[in-house]
């Protein structure tokens, strides 16, 4: 038997049910890289998991700031998981300002991993220490390990070529070894990551990989590391899966869509965190008669995209809250024109530029209400990052046959956040069928479908089929310039009735409990998972908690009506002020309560379960 095997098996190893850990240090430490290779190779171990990526919002903060620090959060569990965890068991901290923000999310007992060669008399005032904290007992209370990383990350690559600085850019790998040995995950997946991403730089491949055996092997043989864990693979449905992000999801929901409905697929956009993705993802996909433009400004990137449905593709445009008030007057042109249009926005914290890397909920009311007149738009959110894919088909589908813009709402926490995904079989996603105008007979431009309300669109250049484009309002049936009242009054009734009837196409959501009783929890969007948890915990603990999850904002599922007069408590969890609770109480009439937090950060569960509580007591 070997000395290492040997010295494996006198370490003890305990079975756990979720592991949360979180890594956190300087962008420049590698941090979200860290992340993502410990999800990917956790993922392929079989566990099921989800993501939470920290951006900081400074693009280059001075090291060693606390406006610097970047974060990766993840939950993996043998069961089912809904959120990145709340509190972490574990972290992983890479200087001391990483360590005095993330220290409030670490459970009571729990792990901190840190650099201590980074805990220099330069970076502890940078981040506001005034004592060394892992010399004046401030961390009695957790599992502290302080491991010279950098040291150890240099003495391992004591023989490579690189550059000093180049070696200390190793020393997140360092860290992901020992990581790596203390949850049992194999090292394959991130080693042949190295391999193909530095493919051409043999020196790098070997130093990273020297790195990463280094860390594992440290935590292998030292004293100071005297358990690991061990989680098992989660059972889940049978199937091929992949991890994927919120947007990568939305990008693949899209090609799948023009797929379906045998269009191209034209992107028009303008770079803005944390939208940017779907712009830089559909541009790889080229083969899939996909065309993306990244235009000079937003309001260019909307218009090019509506010239794009108007001439036969599925027009998408994609930003964030700051883009789509720029992108408003286009969008009232799309309302106008009753053009096929897939408008996303992945939602940040706000108002103006506010908080670009954080989350929020808070653009609801822009996306019912954003532009001027009655100007009517579907409203679609995801609720997770797998889910992203079903809600961006969905969009499309319903912009093509209804012959309208479609709002499709993430939010930054979805949009970058990760979960294992079930690759779905095409064969059995329906196709979408799209019918433009016969060529060979007349054409009334604003003669419409009687079910669906939807007009018939003519491809541009066919002979007779000439009609009038532009804001202005235009005549029913003959689209001619019209400034009659009563055909206004008429033509903004019928493009209201139009989104109204999308709740006959549109799968009605299920409430989850009684249709009848004392508290219902109505929220939308990326509080899903959240949700899923506060619902399961305040279950366990015998209390009656019905929870009406929408899909669907605008229109509004029948049933919602019916069902929501029925409890004692109506209460709205939202990551804003209280938006959907306002278009819910003018809707129906209910004294809904909310529950609201606006700090750029899902939910916390118990902070939900409290405040439930506090609403049910008066």
């Known amino acids: 038997m070997s000395t290492q095997t040997s010295e494996k098996i006198q370490k003890a190893q305990k079975t756990k049910k979720r592991i949360t850990i979180r890594f956190a240090g300087d962008s420049g430490d590698g941090i979200q890289l860290t992340g993502n290779q410990f999800t990917s190779t956790t993922a392929i171990f079989g566990n ?43 972290l992983i901290a890479m200087n001391p300002a990483a360590l005095k923000v993330s220290l ?24 506001g220490y005034d004592e060394n904290p892992l010399e004046d007992r401030t961390l009695d209370g957790y599992q502290l390990f302080d491991v010279p990383i950098t040291k150890l990350t240099r003495e391992a690559l004591i023989d490579s070529p690189l550059k000093s600085k180049e070696k ?57 590391f005297t358990t690991s864990y061990q989680i098992d693979q989660a059972k889940v449905e049978p199937g091929l899966y992949r991890n994927i992000t919120g947007n990568e999801a939305i990008v693949l929901g899209l090609i799948t869509a023009s797929q379906k409905a045998k269009m191209e697929l034209f992107m028009g956009g303008y770079p803005i965190t944390p939208a940017s993705d779907i712009l830089h993802y559909l541009s790889k996909y080229r083969n899939y008669d996909v065309k993306t433009f990244q235009a000079e400004d937003e309001i260019a990137g909307v218009g090019a995209a509506i010239g794009a449905s108007y001439a036969g593709a599925l027009g998408v445009t994609a930003s964030s809250g700051p883009g789509i008030a720029l992108k408003g007057e286009f969008l009232g042109y799309a309302v106008m024109m009753e053009l096929p249009l897939v408008v996303i926005n992945i939602q940040r914290g706000g108002p103006s530029t506010g908080l670009p890397t954080k989350t929020e909920q808070a653009d609801l009311l822009q996306a019912m209400y954003g532009r001027n007149g009655e100007a009517p738009i579907p409203v679609i959110a995801a609720q997770s990052p797998a889910d992203c894919f079903e809600a961006a088909y969905e969009a499309a589908k319903i912009a093509l046959q209804f012959t309208t813009p479609v709002f499709l709402l993430s939010d930054g926490y979805i949009a970058n956040g990760a979960e294992p995904w079930l690759i779905p079989d095409t064969d059995k996603i329906p196709e979408i069928n799209v019918k433009y105008a016969d060529p060979k007979e007349s054409y009334q431009p604003y003669a419409r ?78 509080t899903y998972g959240t949700m899923c948890n506060v619902v399961e ?81 008066g």
Request: proline share 5%; with cysteine.
């Open 168 to 224: 200390d850019r190793c020393k997140n790998f360092f860290a992901l070894g020992i990581a790596y040995w203390m949850f049992t995950r194999p090292l394959d997946t991130t080693l042949d990551w190295i391999k193909n991403k530095f493919k051409n730089k043999p020196d790098i491949i070997e130093a990273n990989s020297l790195a990463l055996n280094a860390g594992y092997s440290y935590a292998l043989s030292t004293e100071i």
């Open 449 to 526: 479908n009687p079910e669906t309300l939807s007009r018939e669109l003519s491809l541009p250049g066919t002979k007779g089929h000439e009609h009038r484009l532009g804001g202005l309002e235009k005549e029913d049936i003959t689209g001619n310039v019209s400034y009659d009242p009563d055909n206004h009054d008429k033509m903004i009734r019928l493009r209201a009735e139009k989104v109204e009837r999308l709740v006959n196409y549109i799968n009605e959501p299920k409430i989850d409990g009684d249709e009848s009783g004392d508290v219902l929890i109505v929220t939308w969007g990326s």
């Open 48 to 90: 099921d998991l989800s993501t939470f990526p920290d951006y900081p919002a400074e693009i280059r903060a001075p090291a060693g700031t606390l406006f610097g620090v970047s974060g990766f959060q993840i939950q993996f569990s043998s069961d089912n998981v809904h959120t990145p965890g709340d509190d972490s068991d574990v």
């Open 537 to 617: 915990e305040m279950r366990a603990n015998g209390d009656a908690v019905s929870w009406f999850h929408l899909r669907w904002i605008n229109p509004l599922p029948k049933s919602l009506g019916k069902i929501i007069k029925n409890f004692k408590h109506v209460i709205v969890p939202e990551i804003n002020m209280g938006q959907l609770i306002k278009i819910l109480r003018a809707e129906y009439l209910v004294d809904a309560k909310p529950v609201n937090q606006v700090k750029g950060l899902p939910f916390n569960t118990q902070d939900v379960i409290d405040a439930i509580y506090a609403i049910k007591k």
């Open 104 to 127: 409030g999310l670490l459970k009571e007992n729990g792990i901190i991993i840190v650099n201590k060669d980074a805990f220099s008399d330069r970076n502890l005032k940078l981040a």
